[in-house]
Every structure is written in C-alpha cells, then in structure tokens.
C-alpha cells in the first residue's frame, strides 16, 4: 500500500470528481441476531439505522474506547459495516468474541463490494433524479438497484460529497457515469475527509480515545439514549458530566513536504497538549491535519513535535464543538 505521507491531494479539491476508496472493506453482518449483536456493541440505535438513513457508529473497548469507527447501512435484514484495511483484522476478531453467542449470524468480507467516494453532486444527479432534494443532510441514504447512495458531511468549504456503496456490476448506465476523465486519487477523498472533521482510527490511535474525542457525536455517531453496550457507561458519564476536556480540531501547516505521522505529539511550548490523528500533504507545500488537542491549549502557539519552527494555522469544522469552549484545567 502507498504511503500516504508521500501523496499530495489537489488544493483546491475538484468541484466534481469520484474516486475508489480503497482502503476500505465492507463487511456483511447476516442472519437472526445481527441487530441483536451490534446493538450491544456499537454507539448507534440500530432502529435508526433504515435504508433512508445510514448514521456513523463506534465500538469500544469495555473502558470506551474506541478501536473502529465505521457506517451501519441497512441492506435488506443485513447490515453493512465499513472497514479500514489496516485496521480489520483487529476489528473482526474484536467482534467475533461477541458474535459467538448469535447462533446463526455470521459477519463476512463482501468481496464484489467496494465504497466510491464522489465529490460534488454533479454526478450524484445523473445516477438518479431528484437527488438533492432527497439527501439532504449528512447519513441519509437512496437504495438504487442494489446499490446504496449516501451524503456524508460537506467540506468545512462547502464542498458536497457522497459515498456509493457499489455492491457488484454497475449498469452500463451507472459505469458510463464514473468515466476515468473523471476520476481522482485517493489522497484528494483522504483530504475531503480532514476537511469535514471525520477521524480514521490507525494503528497509532487505535483504543486511543473516547469517541467524543474524535467529535463522533457531532457527526451522528453516538446515540445517547440507547440502552447498554459496551464502552457506554464511559461515554455517556463523560458526556452527562461534561468531563470532555480535548477533542477534534483541524490544522494546517506550512512549509513540510511530508504529511506529519499520526501520533505526531503536538506541543505549546515545551508541554505536549495534544497528538495528530490524520493528515494529508496538499499540492501546494503544506498539509492539514486533524488532532486531538486539549480545549485550554488550543488558543495557543501550537507547534508539531517534528517541526517546531512551524506554527500551526487553526481551521473552520463543518460542525459546532460545544465543547470546545471549555477551558477547564482537568484532563480526560
């Protein structure tokens, strides 16, 4: 696999451009207890999860943190679960200690499925009409063929994006859609995820933090009021208690020409106040960056760890962090 330090994504992303995102594995979950099961061990209400409506979730460890972060989409009595290669091994052999107890449910890799990721909604209107006006906020989902269209979170610029969720041949149609002229690499979707604030768990972050950390309940990604799984006394005492005290912003960075490695501590001064979680190097010799920082640190000079001479420009989110207006001197 590439490494992604070494890719540039264009800056500005393209208006309207797709791409194969393929570093992600969609993974099956069938039988009589699927929604038995992920009920007690993701942070979404399966009964929300509908063909209309495919909501971000996280499972945790039993101390909340989380070690996947992924999409539920409802397909037929079955439910779609999208996984980091990197990272799903770890995650299936997670679940599996859970799954035993589900006679008769089973959770596969779907091996003809693959995740398109689509930015702008010009092409989103020619796969079915009406499109826009029908997915109007993040997470809500069109069924087409045997397919499934989903808008996820804008760019904190504005910019639309979607995801298909191509399960086997597309049409002659749909293909004639997604022509090579327009196709765009990986690193620019990897950049429109950073622009959105959506975290990717890697191996460095993996167990590394509570979801709310990462924003997930900005992004619809925890359900405060379901009933127990695993991880939820954590997350929910943190969240009825207000103990949030660092969370997800988005940085840039001028002047590197690699991308900074997760886990990179990020530092005011010469006291670690936070780490990067995902980065991407942009076409123009800067990058940008999500990263876990703590809320009284964040109106600070802040620096990378590696490039300390670099002071790091603060970016708009998509989405309100309430949180992040907390200047408590406490850690999580």
Partial sequence: MTDPSSLAASQPLPASAWTV???????????????????????????????????????STPKGRAYCLTRMVRDGDDVLLALPEQL????????????????????EVVDNGRILGILGDELVGRLEQDT????????????IGQHHLIRTQDTAEGLPRFELWQLGDLTPEQADIFQPSGQTGQADWQASEIAAGIARLTPESLEAYVPQMLNWQHVH????????????????????LG????????????????????????????????????SILL??????????VRHNAVDTPLHLDSHPDITLERLALPYAVPEQQQSDTSDT
């Fill in 132 to 143: 826009a006006d029908r997915l109007n906020g993040p997470g809500d989902s069109l069924v």
């Fill in 283 to 292: 076409a123009n010799q800067s990058a940008q960056c999500l990263a876990v």
């Fill in 221 to 240: 990604g925890v359900h405060f009021k379901k009933g127990c799984y695993t991880g939820q006394e954590v997350i929910a005492r943190m969240h009825f």
């Fill in 21 to 59: 995102i393929e570093d992600q594995r969609i993974l099956r979950i069938t039988g009589p207890g699927t929604d038995k099961f992920l009920q007690g061990q993701f942070s979404q209400n399966l009964e929300d999860v509908t063909p209309s409506f495919s909501p971000r979730a996280a499972a």
């Fill in 88 to 107: 799903a091994d770890h995650i299936t052999n997670q679940l599996r200690k859970y799954l035993m107890l589900f006679r008769g449910t089973s959770m």
């Fill in 243 to 278: 103990q949030l005290k660092k969370s997800l912003f988005r940085f840039s960075a001028t002047g590197l020409d690699v991308a900074p490695a997760s886990g990179t501590a990020i530092k005011a001064g010469d006291k670690t106040v936070g780490e990067v979680v995902n």
